[in-house]
């Protein structure tokens, strides 16, 4: 019997409801159940695809090819658990599809309405493509009392019915603030946003309170009596050093016995925390640190990276390092002058992107890397500009460059019209719409036996995840090759350049794919893990 858990969030955004989720699947997992977690976001998006990484964060990508939020990045990092097209879903998509059903005659005439062919539909969604889970975890985006979000929380509501005490529970997260100048935490904005909630039909069992310091067992009693829950189901999340502590902190607040009091679960043995314990321990007690520096174009917004800075953190992980990352905008380098920014560091990260903004600092920034000889690691638009760089500076194509930024003498990296999926072949051009047309998605990739990717990854064949729309011209393969760069891994048919190599330098790689999308804590991805070790190696020559 599958049981659903919904969480919910009031007072402010950007509490940790993703998060939380995760870290409460990650707990219930180490219990011995199996979770899955999805992402009720209320926009009208169809999908974060098309959205600004400054006001939405980075794109999370599955494998099957869907353009997800950032939170089921957390999910996956925290479980293990790979996510899925139908792990996510927006008031646009759902729009979409009812307009479309309307279009086709299918609701026969009948006044389309928000209740009940909306909530329907997202009723359909949380119980659709469920296994043999135990415990599904829904997430519903922003908070309580948003316009946008009003139709998931009836939504919820009536499931909250429809299956029952034994199979629903509704957990709320809020914010207990802090005042300096009355010296007090404050639980009034609690009682008002579960008050909000319960004014819709939600009556929260479980209470997640965020919170810089400690609660007060008077103050605990307090919001319990005042929201209707018991005290014991008040639990404090307090904030940590790292996001990897969560699970442990969780557990000690019994977060997780809560759950399944709740359910009525008796008899279920005490989790096997071991790894999130050595995991915490590595990070707490590193044997030295690196610095790696990332170029990128949205580096004022942390988010629009977050994969990234996790997987980095992973590498740390992997060889018992703390990892400090210098977040550099890339125009700094357009700038003569600028180029003590680089002082210093072990590591050269240059990461996705889209548009001309910046391009010429990342490609100063992989040319920085290759002739001081610094680890570098670009993926995606970082491979791109590197190969733009050695062609320019080492196969004396001065007029190198890429076609997304307009017309250039020599394009070595180009739209890409064509390519295979699943046995079929997809085209795209110029014109297609820029939402959802990209190479999207898991494709596998064959690896030159002889290269250092092949030794990484101790494999031939490999899958990784895509997100872009244009690639590395192999027309310019074999003048690369002369100049000292190689491609040691493509697709399966040999036409598209995957990764980029310079054997002369003591690391130097670039992938077109996203590695970050599917490192792990407790399984750091094998590229990170040996870049950073790279990184630990220049470090000690310095």
């Known amino acids: 019997m599958t049981r659903y858990i919904f969480i919910t969030g009031g007072v402010v955004s950007s509490l940790g409801k993703g ?20 992402k009720l976001d209320p926009y009208l998006n169809v999908d974060p695809g098309t959205m600004n990484p400054y006001q939405h964060g980075e794109v999370y990508v599955t494998d099957d090819g869907a353009e997800t939020d950032l939170d089921l990045g957390h999910y996956e990092r925290f479980t293990g658990v790979a996510a899925r097209q139908s792990d996510n879903i927006t008031s646009g998509r759902i729009y979409q599809r009812i307009i479309a059903k309307e279009r086709r005659g299918d609701y026969l005439g009948a006044t389309v309405q928000v209740i009940p062919h ?3 539909a997202i009723k359909e969604f949380v119980c659709a493509d469920v296994d043999d889970q135990d415990f599904v975890l829904c997430e519903i985006g922003g908070t309580v009392g948003d316009i946008e979000g009003l139709p998931f929380f009836e939504a919820i509501r ?3 019915n429809e299956l029952g005490r034994d199979r629903s529970l509704f957990v709320h997260l809020t914010l207990l603030p802090f005042i300096p100048s009355a010296g007090e935490l404050k639980t009034k904005p609690t009682q ?3 008050k909000e909630l319960r004014g819709i039909g939600i009556q929260p069992d479980i209470l997640l309170c965020r919170c810089d310091r400690e ?3 008077i103050e605990r009693r307090k919001i319990a009596l005042f929201c209707n829950v018991r005290d014991d189901a008040v639990i404090p999340a307090l904030d940590v050093e790292s996001i990897y502590e969560v699970p442990l902190r969780y557990h000690l607040a019994g977060f997780d016995s809560q759950i399944l009091q709740a359910f009525g679960m008796s008899g279920v043995p005490e989790p096997d925390l071991g790894t999130w314990e050595e995991i915490t321990g590595r990070l707490s007690a590193p044997d030295g640190e690196v610095k790696i520096a990332v170029v990128g174009k949205y580096t004022g917004l942390k988010d629009a990276y977050k994969s990234l800075d996790e997987a980095l953190v992973h590498g740390g992980i992997a060889n018992k390092v703390s990892v400090d990352i210098e977040w550099i905008e890339s125009e700094t380098f357009e700038q003569d002058g600028n180029l003590h920014y680089l002082e210093g560091v072990n590591g050269i990260l240059v990461p996705g992107g889209f548009g001309e903004r910046g391009i010429e600092g990342k490609i100063a920034a992989a040319r920085i890397a290759r002739e001081r000889r610094i680890p570098y690691f670009g993926i995606c638009l970082g491979m791109q500009m590197a190969v733009i760089e050695t062609a320019r500076n080492m196969a004396d194509l001065s007029g190198a460059g890429s076609t997304e930024f307009g017309e250039c003498e020599d394009s070595v990296v180009g739209l890409m019209t064509e390519w295979e999926k699943e046995g079929k072949i997809e085209h795209r051009d110029a014109e297609s719409d820029v939402g959802g047309t990209m190479r999207l998605g898991a494709y596998e990739c064959v690896l030159s036996p002889t290269s250092k990717v092949s030794e990484i990854y101790n494999q031939d064949r490999i899958s990784e995840r895509h997100r872009h729309r244009y690639e590395v011209n192999l027309a310019y393969e074999n003048l690369l090759a002369k100049s000292g760069v190689i491609f040691p891994g493509k697709s399966p048919d040999g036409f598209l350049p995957e990764i980029l190599e310079v054997p002369d330098h003591p690391w130097f790689i670039g992938v077109q794919f996203h590695p970050e999308l599917k490192s792990k804590p407790f399984d750091p991805h094998p590229l990170f893990a040996s870049f950073i070790e790279a990184a630990v190696t220049q470090s000690r020559l310095v």
């Open 158 to 160: 009536q499931l909250g």
């Open 19 to 38: 998060l939380a989720s995760a870290a409460l699947g990650a707990v219930l997992q180490a219990r011995g159940f199996k979770v899955r977690l999805r």
């Open 192 to 194: 008002h946003s579960v």
């Open 118 to 120: 909306v909530t329907d």
């Open 215 to 217: 609660i007060p067992v």
